[in-house]
């Protein structure tokens, strides 16, 4: 079964919410701090031994511990939406493999290009997200409709 909106609930002011504050926090981490939101470097900065005791590592080590307190204190306040994912852990471990593959190849990820480089107006940027969105889709396509 493959995850659809339940549109019978679908709330659009809780996803106008959800992307105006991605979008400022992206602008305030690059008003005040200098740096992209691009969550797959911010990770991979931290996870070398050499930058773990850097000056950049308190604000990365802070912005992944706030986005994944966020998934702690979701619950607080509304139950998580459900989503149920038919397929084989094996093809959940291969698929994080190969978008993880595709981050560093792509110097970043879907975050740091689709939010933080298109609002620059990043050429490289937009190549990457047309990249990205247009295999996304045609594998949603094969998937779906021709297995």
């Given at each position: 079964?493959?995850?659809?909106?339940?549109?019978?609930?679908?709330?659009?002011?809780?996803?106008?919410?959800?992307?105006?504050?991605?979008?400022?926090?992206?602008?305030?981490?690059?008003?005040?701090?200098?740096?992209?939101?691009?969550?797959?470097?911010?990770?991979?900065?931290?996870?070398?031994?050499?930058?773990?005791?850097?000056?950049?590592?308190?604000?990365?080590?802070?912005?992944?511990?706030?986005l994944i307190s966020?998934?702690?204190?979701?619950?607080?306040?509304?139950?998580?939406?459900?989503?149920?994912?038919?397929?084989?852990?094996?093809?959940?471990?291969?698929?994080?493999?190969?978008?993880?593959?595709?981050?560093r190849m792509g110097?970043?990820?879907?975050?740091?290009?689709?939010?933080?480089?298109l609002s620059r107006?990043?050429?490289?940027?937009?190549?990457?997200?047309?990249?990205?969105?247009?295999?996304?889709?045609?594998?949603?396509?094969?998937?779906?409709?021709?297995?």
């Open positions: 079964m493959p995850i659809t909106i339940d549109w019978l609930h679908f709330n659009p002011e809780n996803a106008l919410l959800g992307g105006v504050m991605l979008g400022l926090g992206a602008s305030l981490l690059l008003l005040f701090n200098g740096k992209i939101a691009g969550i797959s470097g911010i990770f991979a900065y931290l996870i070398k031994p050499k930058n773990i005791f850097s000056a950049d590592a308190a604000w990365r080590a802070l912005f992944l511990i706030g966020a998934a702690v204190i979701y619950p607080l306040f509304s139950a998580f939406p459900t989503a149920p994912i038919a397929t084989s852990n094996g093809t959940l471990i291969v698929a994080g493999l190969l978008v993880g593959f595709g981050s110097s970043g990820c879907t975050s740091g290009h689709g939010i933080c480089g107006l990043s050429l490289r940027s937009l190549v990457a997200t047309i990249s990205f969105m247009t295999a996304g889709f045609v594998t949603t396509y094969f998937v779906l409709h021709t297995g």
